[in-house]
Each structure stands twice: as C-alpha cells, then as structure tokens.
C-alpha cells in the first residue's frame, strides 16, 4: 500500500466574518492489483500528486464542516471514481487555531493556536465493505497532584517501588473511538461531549476528586464514563502515557519534603492501553 | 562557563487547594579563574549535582511566587556563597499548566498542559555589577486571515515574487523585555498584561483589524504598544518566524481558488527579528 | 496491556578492550486478568519499576551477545516467572556507537556515534505459543541521482504530475523480517548480511545502478534480493518514505537548469510499504 | 534584520560519476535603513522568496566547491549587489550524504546519510569591514568508557556528589573556529583534519587513551591539539553536552555491578563551553 500526508489551510467567509481550518490529511490505499511492486507496472498507480490534488479539490468544493464528513468525503471519492482501490484508509487531524478574543470579543480573522489536545479522526472502507469512522483526541496532557496511588501491586526478588497512596498522575493521553457504520451525526457536538467525559473521568468532582488507584483504572473509568454517556460510541482505546515523578530525597540536605518538590523520571517510562466495547 | 539544566515541579496547598508550577532552570556560571580548563584543576568547580540541589533547596525553601522571583533568588544564592563565580544567569521556563475547569468550576487538584505561549525569564549578573531581569514569551502561534500584505519591496532580476494585499499573516512569536534593574515589580501581572498587548498589536480592533504592510511593520506595532503600554519595560526584542501561505493554483483543475485552499510553504523559512528601546 | 521503555549501557571488557552496547527496551505486557482495569486490583500488576529492574539484571547476568538473543532472555523470563503474563513483547533498539579508529587502529575504549540505519529487534510470545523473533533496520537514509523514473502510471483530470525518466530517488527506509521460531541463528551476521542486500538492491551494480521505475519495484526488488541471499528470513515488511526532490525551474531567472539545482518537496508527502513472504 | 533559510540539492557529473551536496542555507540581512519597521515603507526591503532565489542562482552558476567558498560568493553577491545592505551573515550546513560503496567499491551515484557530526560554516562582512569565515562540526557524539574521573572539586553542605575516578565520559559536541580574514585555504581538507584533531584529543593514544580529569580539560585539550596542529585557525569555541551515566546500584537486587550496567542521567543536563584564540 502508499500512502500521503498533505497539510493544508481552507478559509471561508459569512459577511466580514473568517472561519479557518489547517489540516493534515494522510491518505492510505492499497490496490486491488501488486503489479506495480511486483513487475513494475505503474498503469495503476494513482501518484502522491493526484491524491494531493484531490484532497484540495475536495476541500474548495465540500469545505470541512468536521473533520469526520471530510474523511468520509474522501474514502468515497476515491471508492467510487477508482475501481483499482481495493481499500482506502483517510486520517485527518486539526492544528488547533482557535478565535481570538480581546476583553471577551471574539475577532473577526484572527486566531492563536492552543494545542491543549489534539482532534483527530478516520475514515475506512474495503471494497464492498462498511465505511467506517473513528475520531479522537490525542496529545491532552493531564495532570492530578493527589488522590491518586499505587498499593497492592505483585511482588518478588525484584520489586523494589515502595507502595504509595498519595502520588501525583500525569500522563498524556490518547483516545481513539469508533461510531461504527458511518451515519448522519453531529460530529463536532459529540467529540466536545467526550472531550468533557475524559477531563471528568480524569479529574473526579471538582471539590474532592477521585481517588484513582493506578493509571489503568483511570484508564477504565475513562472510557466507562464515554460509553455511558455518549451512545453513539461503539469502541473505545484509551492509551496513558505515564509521566512519573518522585518526591526528592533532601535528607542528606537537611529538609524535610512533605511532596513539595518533585522531579520527573525519565525512564522507566510508561505506558497503559486498553480498547473496551459494548457488549 | 559551565550551564545545565534541572526540571521538577513545586507543589504548594492553600487549605485543600492544590498549585502546581513546573519550572525547566537552566544555569550557567563562569568562575574567576580558568585553572578548570587550563590546568584540570577542579578545586574550585561547582558539579552540576551541586548546582541541581542548590536550586531544589531554594525551591523548597522560597517557593516560586513567580519565574522572575526564583531566577533572582538562585542568581543572589551563587553570587553570595561562592566567591569564585564571576558571572551567573538563570533561565527559568514554564510548563503551561492551568487549572481544570468543569463547567466553570474550577477543580482543586486537577491541571491541564495548555501550551499557547511559553512563559520565561532570565535574570543575570556579574559581580559588582547589577542584577538585570529579562522575562518572555515564546512560541505563541498566532495568524491573521486578511489585513494583510507585501507591497512596494525592492525588485531586481531575482525578483518572481508577485505584490500581495491580501495575505495570510501567520508565525511563531518570540518576545523578551527587559526590565532594567530589578525593582519590586509584580511580575505575574505586568506579564499578564504584555501578553495582551502583543495580541492586541497582532490582531488590531476585533471588528476590522488593522492592515499590516510587512512582518516587519507588525514587530514593530507589538513592540511600540508594549512600551506605550507598559512603564516597567526598557527595551523589548521580537522575533517573527513566519510561515507563508501560497493560494493553490488550481486552473489546471478547472477552478477558481479564491484565497479559499492554501498550502504552507516550508522553503524559504524566513524571520525577521527587532529590537527597540527606550530614548 | 502495558508497555515500558528503559534505556542503559552495558560494558564489558576482554583484557583492556572495552566493549559497550547501548540499548533502548521495551517490554510490552499483557495479563491474563483485566481485574487491575476493571476493579482496580493490582494484585497481578507488575510494576514499571519492577521490569525496568528485571531487565537490567538480565542485561547484568547475561550480557547483550545479540540484540534478538537478549529480547528472547526477557520473553523467557517473563513468560517462566509470572504465570499471570499473557502475553509478551519485548522490542530492544541500539543506540549506534562504533569503535573510534585513528590512523586505522582501532581504539581500545573510545566511541563514536554513526547512526547510518538504526538496529532493532522484537520478540513475542503468547502463552503455550512459540516464541517469533523479528529484525530490522530504520532511519536509513538512501539517494540515488539517476537510474529513476516514474511513467505509465493512472491519468485522469486530477493528474497534474508529469512523467520523468530521470528523477531522484530519496527516502528513508524501514525494513522488518521475521525469523520465524527461534533458532541458534547467528542474529549479528545475518543483520550484517541483510543491510548488504538492501544497499546493493536499492543501489545496484557500483558501475552502472540498475533503473527504477517507482519507489513501490525498489521496495520489492529489496525483499526479493533479501529473500533470495538470506535463507533463514521467513517474512518482510518494507517501508520506504518518499523524499521527492523538484527540479527547480530557472527559466524566469534566465538560467537552463539541467538537474543542477533540486528542492526537497515537503508535501505531499509519501511512503509505500509492501509485506512479502516465502510461498 | 531578517533571515531564512532555503534547502536544497546540487548535483553535478564527471563523466558518469555523481556528486551530490545538500545544504541547508541561512541569509540574515541588516539593511543601512530601518524605515521598513518604523514606516511600513518596504522600498529596500529584499524580499526571502528573492533571497531564495539568489542562493539558487549562485549555486546553479558557481557550484559547490565547499561550504566555505559558498558562504563567500553568498555575502559577496550581497554587498556588491545591494547597496541598501549594512550586514550580511550566511550560515551553510551540511546533509551528510556519502557515497555508498559495495565490497569497496564506490557506486558512481547512490549516496547514504550518515550523521557522525555534521559539518557547517558562516560567513559574516559588515559594510566596509573584511569578510569573516567561520567553519565547524556540530551534532558530534563521543564516548569514552574509562580514562575519565572528577575529583577534587569544591564541596559545601550542597555537595551530594561523590568523586569518582573510573567515569564514562560521554557528550556531544559543538566546534566552530575562525579562520580569520578569508584566503585561499583548502577549506575541505583543513576541515578533515581539525576532525581528527578532534577525535585525537577526546580519544587520547588507541592502545591506552588518556586521562581527563574532568569535561572542561578536555574541551580545553582538543581546542590546544587543534591551535597546535593547525596554523590557519585563529579561535576556537568547543561546548560539550555532557551526558551522565550513573552505575546501578544493584545492592538491594542481590548483585554486584562493577561499572557493568549503568544509566543515562537525564537531569541536570550539563554543559560545558570554551572559546580559545592565539595570543
């Protein structure tokens, strides 16, 4: 198979009002014929530059009212005008410009790039098979300073981690869902909502928290919490990379520190994944 | 000179309110005598693991009431306990992290990585001389989709640029003020107030904007409002990256692209830097 | 499932030759019971800390003879000690120190860091399964300047890419085999041998090369020549990222340019994989 | 001032055989006039897309000989061509492409990257001042595994760290020399040479090596090997980005570890930076 990555920019206007989406689009396909790798045929062989050329035709004429309907915009394109496509595979993600606003007013063409988090979504098909949409967000680094511990955990020759009930978690997830067969959704209104559902999940009520007992039932709760509240969600993998940090030992300094400084350890460096569905 | 850099993060509570402040400090220290280099004589050589602990400790003991505060206290810490040093600076750098809101609550323990401009400063000295205090802001992303152009350049044979009024202004702003002296400021909230000011410049009046002939033109506004602005500045140095949009030319297609699909333009890469100080 | 990654140096010395192995691990696990997901049971969890100090104790007893042969220590151990391990994956990366040389004499213990393909290695093992080892090169960077065309391939009205006959072929190459079950392989010869057969496939004859219709016949000419000197290679995987270079047009300068002058095109951009076995 | 940068290819035949040079070029231009900041009035202002082109040009007509000889023809097209110009610095840096060989054989046009230090130059000329060269390697990482210790240093109640005898001593490391006012040097051979130097210096004889007591004598003992052996070089600034590893304490495990195992350090980061020149 090939596949492509282009990056672009599409701006449209409503009066005096600008509205602007940069993304990267990477294309997959894969044809129903190796000939180009095994004898070197290259007749159907659609180039890196005619699937560039399409997704930008594609983003004048349809615009990108989500990323999803753009993804899906593109897989049946490719579906239906080549019949030498045996499967088509778009990832498309965001740079995330949002609308500046000065003393709360919101400008009408200029924009600052917050990368708290990073949408992204797929789109799939096989020929004569379902086309399927994923969506997700991915880079949101989290962080929680207590309620949150590590005890009970196997043990042997080797164990050397002290058992903790009050460590710091943070972590930068990834989280990556399905809707199962494409339908007519809100596509922008259901990733806010599960944007929502994770920094809940993660973080617990406002006031107290919620005591997580070790990165992957965070993990869980997580995804719990989505498939709960969000119906449209069919399968759900959440991976946590783990950032870990231990209070410094300042014995030998002659303090006391009561987790008031801590450094972040580079490695071992972790990580935790888990894809849970319905039943 | 030796320099080197600690990362940790310092934990304080108010009652059960949680702040958080992760900090990268990067030191550097030239001692009175080159006998290190010279000779291999390390009688008077600070080890990094020195230095790493030194800055720990002072965290633990002062806190970090602001960036500024902390690079002043570890510069007056090497200045009177080691007389071998002949000159320090301190670089103090922020991991962006912001309270969690949920549904305009905030949370007492809960943090998100927001990295829309990174806050920095310096603060250096030499012995018997003053200690100057610098502070920042970096990789602050910002476009504007119109109010913008390049008009009027020089042209020689070299010249296939064509004249723009209508163009995307976007780059990655770099931006370090001096404070002069060091003085009883409030750090937090004159920095506050410089980053508006930069965006303020940028963007111009939230319902028109304000027409910028060049890169150029536009570090110069950021700088001119700042000092207008912002009495405690001395001099302000900007740097622009910019990235260029070109609008695809997509007659060979068989449409009219107007300003609606644009590519980025990796090469040439340009900047274009200032630096304005008081009369 | 849970994954790891420890980095560390292994020594030894042979009289007063030193020998170092850097390495990068990481330790894919997966348990028998979802309970630490689902209930927050960590009974069955082994901590990061913990495999982080299994592996460097492996690395102590046994050395690193070969990259594969030291993944198939942390496989075995896993998969014999921890009876609730599922399944296992274990992938060990070298950082690409070489002996210094100095007028042709090796030096007995100093090292310089040539990252031309970076060595990896996998192997995994699900329980009652047989234990698969696989190698591999990355980040090996390949041009050739002529011997490389791209025509005949698919046209419609999206088509804008012209044919070529001599044009760059650059790319980065990524390049995965099977061994199948593991055997007492001699793994540091055959790698060796493979990153011949990929020089010599992508480069052909020293004299004279050997024409390149497209990146995707590179990549199979590369597994078939692989395939056809290395018997013990059971399955390969190639990726091979594109880097097109344009040749940059002169004629509004006054100037012919004859494939002198070239631009590395930064998007769109490519890459085309191919996974081949033995029938 | 302002500056960019433009990549590309060079390509040129003798007989059949090929040459490739990919540099990456950085124009910073400081015009007489500042008027394109204050007043918006960009009448001098030379803009990147022609900076671009120029570089283009001058590689095309005059080739590669050398980075160095590049960077001169650069300034020198820019003070003799533009008036408005007060100051022109080119930086030149290098893609490390190196001709593959088969069985010893050189191939007459496929090229590997290998990175074991990349090599790079500046030339900078103020209005009415000589042109100044610069040339050096940076990215270059060395290792030793013994014959390097730290002891002796100052100690306080902050000193943790013990002295050691029998370190690993390992870095990266950045040189650039002046070459003073620019001759007729053989600047690819000068180049060649002050590498070795380098790796001589670090490495010490092969049979033994040589002790350093610490990181700064070896900056300091590389910069006096190459003043020493090289008569052209008038300055020279080393900065040498340690990397630590600490031996694992393997105690608590049962094992003895004697310089067997060790990790990198990832914090404090140290470096350190010397700047040497003839009396």
Redesign the interface.
Known sequence: ????????????KEG?K?F?KEVEVCAHLRLTS?Q???E???????????????V??L???NGIPSLEQFAIDICNHFMT??C?VAYVKTYVQEVP?QR???DG????????????GIRFCEAEQCRNGPLIVFAGIKD????????SG?????K??????PERHDR?LCGELFCKWSYGECKDFDFNCIWKKIR?CI??A????????EYS??Y??T??SIQMHILSRVSQVQVIEVVLN?T??NV?D?K????T?D??????V?????????TLGRK
């Open positions: 198979y090939g596949k492509n990555t282009i990056k672009f920019l599409r701006l449209h005096k600008h602007v190796p180009e790798y095994l070197g045929n290259n007749s159907l062989v659609i180039p890196t530059d005619t699937i560039k050329n399409i930008l035709v983003a004048k004429k005008t080549f030498q410009w500046l606003h000065e007013v919101p400008h009408i063409h200029s924009f600052i790039c917050v990368p708290d949101l680094k989290l962080m929680k300073t207590t309620q590590f005890e009970g955990f196997y042997n020759e080797h164990t050397t981690l710091i929502e920094l809940e993660f973080a617990g009520p406002p006031d107290c928290g007992p070790s992957q039932k993990v869980n783990n870990f940090y410094v300042m030998n300094l002659g303090l520190n987790k008031e400084v801590l450094v972040p580079e490695a071992p460096y972790g990580s935790c994944a888990c």
